[in-house]
Structure formats: C-alpha cells, structure tokens
C-alpha cells in the first residue's frame, strides 16, 4: 500500500456548547477514492472545512505528507497541495470559463506581486488553464461567462478550477448536488479518473454515486464515526442502517 | 475588468488633445483650476484602485493626501525651494509607509467597519495635525517657495510658471492613468479583482488576500501621497483640511459619480464635480445666489445617482449585461 497522503487523527470541532464533529480519523492515499456519508448536520462538511484549512480543528492534528498543517490558513494549506470544491457553486460568474481557471492555475505561481507585465503574457497558468477544462470535459468554447452555463457546467468549472491549481488531495463537497442523472453520470466518471494521481475525499448525498466511485467509505452520525468499510461492508451494516435510515430496512 | 471601448478611447484621447492645447488660449485663473482638477483625478483614480477593483471603500483616504502635502512643507526650508527630485519621492515613500501601517490595521475589518475604521484613522491625523506645533496648527503652514526642478545643473521645468506647472499635472494625470491600467492587467491586478469578487474563494485557491489588499492599499496610499504633494506645490499652503473627511467624502463623490471600477470614470467625476461647483459658486453668473451653491450641487448629485447608476463613465459602457435574460441565448 501507498504512503498516507493525509492522515488526520482525533479531529474535533466545537461550536460553542455543540460538538460539530468529535474524535474523527481518517487516512488518504494517493490513487484512491474515499467517501464520507451521513444525515444533514453528521458534520461531513465541518470535517472538509477543517482539512481544507477554513476552520481551525478544537483538538487533533491534521498531516500532509507528515506534515502538521492543522490550524494553518486556507491559503497556506491550498498551496501545500489540498484543493476543494464547494457544495454551493463557488465561481466567478463575471469571468470566463477559460478565465475561471486561469485565475485558479495562477495561484500555483510562487508569487503574483508582479505588477507590470500583463497577466496574459504569462503561458503557465493559461496553459494550466486548458488543461484542467479539457480533464473535466468541459465543452468548448471556454469563452463562454460562467455565469451563463448550464448548472452541470458550473459544477464541471468547480471541479477545473480546483484542479487548475493542481493539488495532491481533492476535497469534493457534494460534487452532484442538484444535478440531472445524466450529468451525475458523467461526474461520477469524472471522478473515478480524477482517482489517478490525486487522493480524493468525497462527502455526498447520492447513495449510487457513493457505492459505484467509492473504495471506502465513512459512515459519519452526530459527528463521530459509526462505521467504516468497503461499500459491500457497509451495505450489510445494521447498525449504519439503523442510524442512516432510522429503520432495520436495508439499503437500496 | 471593464476595459474601455474604442469609442471610448477615443473620447479619452479627444480631451486628452484638448487639455494638451488648452494653455494656447486658456486664461491663468482656468489654466489654474483645470492643473488643480487633474491633481484631484489622479487622486480619484487611487481612490478607483482600491474602491472598484480591490473592493475596499476607504472614507479617509484623504489621510495619505494630507501626508503627501504636509511632507512637502516640512521638507521645504523656509524661504527656498525643496529639490523637487529629493522631496516627491520622499513624500510619496511617506504616504506609502503611512498606507502600510494604517492599511495593517483597517485590512483586518472590512464591509461598514472598514470603512469606520478608516475614517477613524484620518480623523486621528486630522486632530493630530491641528495639535501639532510643528505642523503648524489649526492654520496650518505655507510653503513660500515651490519646489525646485533642477537636476544636475539642468532646469527642465520650473513649477513657478503657470503653465509648466498645468503640464506637469497633466503628464502625471496621464502617467497615473497608465500605471494603473497596466497594474490592473498584471497578475497582481487580476488578483485584487478576484478578491473583490469572491474573497473567500481566492484564499481556497491559494492566495493570501490580505497580503494583496495590503499592497493595493500601499500603491493606492503612494498615489494619493503624490496628488497631495501636488496640491501643496500648487498652492503653496497646508492645512488640517487636507486630512478632513470632507476631502475623503468629495473624492469618493468623484468615483461614484465618475463610474466605480472604470478608472477613466473618476477623472470625469474630477472634471465634472469641480467644474459644476466652480459654475454654481459663481456671483456673475448667479447674483446672490451663488452663496448657496450647495444645494443645486446636491440636487445635481442626487440625479446623477437615481439616473446613472454606474456613473458617468458608465454611459459610454452600454447598456447592462442581464445575467438572467442572457442565459435563453
């Protein structure tokens, strides 16, 4: 088995007197899909918030590569290689798809304090541009505004613009989040190719996406862990069932 | 970001030409007041930077205006010329340095309390200046002779005269223009607009934003140092005013008034607003009335808000782009 790309143990987070997600582990390797599931308020996206470096954790640690990044900025931490995308589109509407992404491949750039040559001389990030557009199979032309595609195509430019700044770990909050089947279909595909070369953490809603793209999957309630497993493990759980569900019937 | 149109170039570069030949025929007293307006577009436009692309509306920048005149004050001796080449940089690095300490403070708050916090940091040099002996009080102090442009025995201009003076402002004028204009093309420029647009967004891909607000803030501060230091040199005096809300409230009138985010919008909010107040203060033309020029200019300001939204710059943008209608295409 691969080194450990992210390896967080023990994460906790409290807001206040509620205890969002409590004594969370996980490990991530590279090449691998990996899928968190559980009911509204489980703190699945908590979880994300604080490996992407938006919420400090209460208690635990949190590595990249050996790494202790835990507490460390969103910034620090996307540059150190952890990209994510948001369950809320998250786009520039004003800009174009193509734009979207060089932003996002710019970032990659040691720095951006150079004030006199015009940003479009520099090839590196319009070149990482395309390429993260031509990977999610955005359909040409990318001088379209992203703010006047298709819902599906603004999901596909979530996912490119997190790739465009081309970071060991994906962290996908609710890819499919109101996409049409057959979008969903093609995300799914997205994502198990997106498998090669990156460790990717998917929180979602969609049992079929998770059983078919997933190769384990933690089962989150209340924010602790309940079960973690193989999707057949896991499809044979009663106790995940029982929570899940709040019944004994088994899962679709 | 907004680049102009041809048309619009080309209006640009008609008044360009017409301010360029102006002092063949111009008197004194507009030769005057249209150096004084340009010194105020090249503050507006630093205003711009910060307001419409960084998204950081500022009420007191006024405070790195004042630092930029009374640096000139206290670098020129009392009855001769500061070298102009020793005390523009000097004074421009002050309001710059300034704008990085003031900006590290207010840059942590943002929305109504950065503008609060902003406004509570030029009051302070405000009260600070009227307290200060050395900076001459609540009377503030003269600059009795302007500054001097002699390099290495060679004169190329002399800032006395009327009209260098009026050509100097222009050329500045123009140069803050440019400069601005290719920053906003640079990755940095393309940075700061990202932050305006989706603050959190930009830090999830990398980038550490209060670092690029800080050196937005810094540039914008430099510029306004160097419109201040201007003014000063034009009128040779200096006052507490210069660090007044007043003056923050007026140049921010002229972006918003101008066209937010157009950087070509605010040098028309310069021209307009200061011309438009010249003509109404005017007891030739207004008998009695002129006292209370005031009132038609609020009148005029209210208009010019309900009628164009966007500005006047924003006139020659075109019609809206409606995100929802454009989505049926």
Not at chain 1, 151 to 157: K, P
Not at chain 2, 92 to 116: D, E, K, N, P, Q
Not at chain 2, 153 to 158: L, M, S, T, V
């Amino acid at each position: 088995m691969t080194e450990p790309v992210l390896e967080a143990s023990a994460l906790s987070k409290q807001f206040g007197g509620l205890s969002a997600v409590s004594d969370v582990s996980l490990i991530l390797r590279m090449g691998e899909v990996q899928a968190v599931i559980g009911p509204n308020g489980a703190g699945k996206t908590t979880l994300i918030n604080m490996l992407s470096g938006d919420l400090a954790p209460s208690a635990g640690s949190i590595r990249l590569d050996g790494r202790e990044i835990a507490g460390l900025s969103a910034d620090r931490v996307a540059r150190l290689g952890i990209g994510r995308s948001y369950q809320k589109t998250n786009i520039f509407p004003d800009l174009t798809l193509v734009e979207n992404c060089r932003l996002a491949a710019q970032a990659r750039l040691p720095s951006s304090m150079r004030f006199f040559r015009p940003a479009l001389d520099h090839r590196a990030p319009l070149e990482g541009a395309t390429r993260a557009l031509a990977r999610v199979g955005l359909a040409e032309p990318w001088d379209r505004l992203a703010g006047r595609v298709s819902h599906g195509e603004q999901r596909q430019l979530e996912i490119a613009m997190t790739l465009a700044t081309e970071p060991k770990v994906l962290l996908l909050d609710e890819p499919l989040a109101g996409m049409g089947a057959e979008e969903s279909e093609q995300m799914v595909a997205l994502i198990a190719r997106l498998a090669e070369g990156h460790a990717v953490l998917l929180v979602e809603h969609d049992m079929d996406a998770v059983f078919s793209v997933a190769t384990t999957l933690t089962v989150m309630v209340n924010g602790r862990v309940l079960e973690r497993g193989t999707p057949a493990a896991i499809h044979e759980s009663a106790a995940v069932q029982e929570a899940y569900l709040g019944s004994a019937e088994p899962l679709p | 970001m907004v680049a102009p149109s041809p048309l619009v170039r080309a209006l640009l570069l008609v008044g360009l030409a017409a301010l360029a030949l102006y002092p063949l025929v111009g008197s004194a007293f507009y030769l005057q007041l249209l150096a004084k307006i340009m010194i105020l577009a090249i503050f507006a436009m630093s205003l711009d930077l910060l307001v419409g692309f960084a998204g950081l509306v500022s009420l007191g920048h006024a405070a790195f205006f004042g630092v930029g005149a009374y640096a000139l004050m206290l670098l020129s001796p009392d009855y001769a010329a500061a070298s102009l080449w020793l005390s523009l940089p000097i004074a421009i690095a002050a309001a710059a340095i300034a704008a990085l300490v003031i900006g590290a403070l207010v840059l942590r708050t943002s929305g109504v309390y950065f503008i609060m916090v902003t406004l509570a940091f030029a009051q302070m040099l405000f009260y600070f200046a009227i307290k200060s002996r050395a900076l001459g009080g609540s009377d503030g102090a003269y600059i009795y002779v302007k500054p001097d442009a002699t390099i290495l025995g060679w004169r190329p201009f002399d800032l006395g005269n009327r009209v260098h003076f009026y050509y100097v402002a222009l050329a500045l004028m123009v140069a803050t223009y440019v400069l601005l204009r290719t920053v906003l093309r640079s990755l940095f420029g393309h940075v700061i607009q990202g932050i305006r647009a989706n603050e959190p967004r930009m830090r999830a891909l990398g980038y550490p934003a209060f670092r690029y607000k800080l050196a937005a803030f810094v540039l914008a501060g430099a510029l306004a140092g160097l419109a201040g230091y201007l003014s000063a040199a034009q009128y040779g005096y200096v006052n507490p005013e210069l660090f007044g809300w007043q003056e923050s409230g007026s140049v921010l009138m002229m972006v918003i008034l101008g066209g937010i985010g157009t950087l070509f919008g605010p040098i028309l909010g310069a021209f307009v607003l200061t011309l438009l107040q010249d003509f109404l203060s005017d007891e030739a033309i207004f008998h009695g009335f002129h006292k209370h020029w005031l009132l038609p200019m609020g009148i005029f300001v209210v208009l010019a808000v309900l009628l164009l939204p966007r500005g006047i710059g924003g006139l020659a943008l075109g019609p809206r782009r409606s995100a929802v209608e454009a989505t049926d295409d």
